[in-house]
């Protein structure tokens, strides 16, 4: 189990020069709404306890350099849970932020909403979801951060409809809290390492990490200026030479040592953080996504890692493009793949519907987008990946309709016939720029 923190000492983990705003408290609240008999005694109790009037804290702060809006639970507020004085708060906090167009800043700790103002309590995650909409139409980045525990309505709301959702290591997460689970539950599935491996956060950070990781978000996600396309990244390895034929540029794809996504995100970047999940209980380690500081200016990536790609991996790869397309940062794509996955297991899991949802964010995409072949370009599958208009290609890749392989089965022709299907293809480097399906070869040149 984490360790738990008071609300204001999650703030001073992350956040400098805190200012807390404060919201009178309506007279003759006494028992609650639902006039719950000792109800007014325990809130009385809980404020001496903690220092706080209500289970929410929310004020101004500075992130790095960067003004913000921060909002943090007491979990000694009778267990951090939601009524209709933290719903108070948290709309504050949201109007807030989006007036001054300061990044939100969440740093949850809930047991869920209050059950002394029953249905009352539990209205108060409409309202949050309301708030919600109104930032995201806004433009403004919302930064969750998971404490111990974050389960019920905090984390349905604030916790899993944030931007970028990072947690504490061993924190509690999950929609049901430990004493409603079913007794035989697997007890990691709660975890904030369970919910990375299942797609529902984007990484666990260690506290002495935090305020930094959360800064760099709040900075990449409310940078100002108008967008610029990402220029390619330049050839890695052995990529002098173009290939001859078809097959040898089959061949090269295929080698397995040559330079992969994580190869070419190093070089590119300065700094990256990472962006994992579909949101649905699928993380495919395939994919690679996130944001990296090029020459210090921030752009979302998705890269293949030369895998066949699962549907969880397009339907992450769609919602970092959609992320990056509302708050204007260009998107580079690495296109590495022998093609989408097409076992049972993907069919199940919704393949053409999740390449169907990317080839939709990426047709929809207002923001620049820059896409370079750096392996394998298989198929659909890899084309879901590329712009149309801007995508390049390293000299040790291919790109095809078809395996070539595939390509002789289904044309009914021997195996042996493979390379000379892959010249019929014209899937090398130099034939993508004849035909104009790229805009060109990069090269090894300096970075």
């Not at 220092?51 to 507020?77: I, K, N, Q, Y």
């Not at 108060?124 to 951060?145: D, K, N, S, T, Y």
């Not at 049901?176 to 491996?197: N, V």
């Not at 289904?410 to 000379?420: C, D, E, V």
Request: hydrophobic share 45%; glycine share 12%; proline share 7%.
């Amino acid at each position: 189990m984490a360790e738990r923190m008071t609300a204001r000492a999650a703030i001073a983990l992350v956040c400098d020069d805190f200012t807390e705003h404060e919201i009178a408290e309506p007279p003759g609240t006494g028992d609650g709404p639902l006039d719950w008999e000792g109800y007014g005694a325990a809130r009385e109790r809980a404020a001496l306890r903690t220092g706080s009037a209500e289970s929410v804290v929310h004020g101004e702060a500075t992130l790095g350099d960067r003004p913000c809006v921060v909002v943090s639970f007491e979990f000694g507020f009778l267990g951090g849970s939601l009524s209709e004085r933290a719903g108070d708060r948290l709309q504050a906090a949201y109007a807030l932020a989006r007036e001054n167009r300061r990044p939100l800043v969440s740093l949850i700790a809930t047991g869920g909403s209050r059950m002394q103002e029953g249905m009352i309590a539990l209205a108060q995650l409409q309202r949050v979801a309301r708030a919600a909409v109104l930032l995201r139409e806004a433009g403004v980045p919302h930064i969750a951060v998971l404490r111990d525990p974050t389960t019920g309505g905090g984390w349905a709301t604030l916790g899993a409809g944030a931007d970028v959702i990072l947690a504490l290591p061993g924190a509690q997460v999950g929609f049901a809290g430990s004493r409603i689970r079913p007794p035989d539950a697997d007890p990691e599935a709660y975890t904030a390492e369970g919910q990375l491996a299942a797609g529902q956060i984007d990484a666990v950070v260690r506290p002495e990490a935090l305020r930094d990781t959360v800064a760099f978000w709040a900075a990449a996600l409310g940078s100002d200026g108008p967008a610029q396309a990402a220029a390619p990244p330049r050839a890695l390895g052995d990529a002098g030479q173009l290939p001859r034929s078809g097959w040898d540029a089959v061949r090269a794809a295929r080698e397995p040592d040559r330079p992969r996504a994580g190869a070419y995100l190093d070089d590119y970047f300065n700094r990256r953080e990472p962006l994992r999940g579909d949101r649905c209980g699928g993380d495919d380690p395939g994919m690679l996504c996130g944001v990296g500081l090029r020459e210090g200016r921030p752009v979302a990536y998705v890269a293949q890692t030369g895998t066949a790609t699962r549907p969880a991996g397009y339907r992450t790869a769609a919602r970092v493009v959609r992320l990056a397309d509302r708050f204007g940062l260009p998107v580079l794509t690495l296109v590495d793949t022998p093609g989408a996955a097409n076992d049972a297991e993907a069919e199940r899991a919704g393949a053409g519907a999740a390449i169907a949802d990317l080839f939709t964010a990426m047709a929809a995409a207002r923001t620049p987008l820059t896409s370079l072949l750096i392996g394998e370009g298989g198929s659909g599958g890899a084309l879901a990946l590329a712009t149309p208009d801007n995508t390049w290609a390293t000299p040790n890749s291919y790109f095809s309709v078809i395996a070539p392989e595939l390509a002789a089965a289904i044309l009914k022709r021997p195996a042996a016939h493979a390379p000379q299907t892959a010249a019929q293809l014209r899937l090398r480097p130099q034939d993508l720029a004849e035909l104009g399906v790229i805009r060109g070869i990069v090269g090894p040149s300096p970075r």
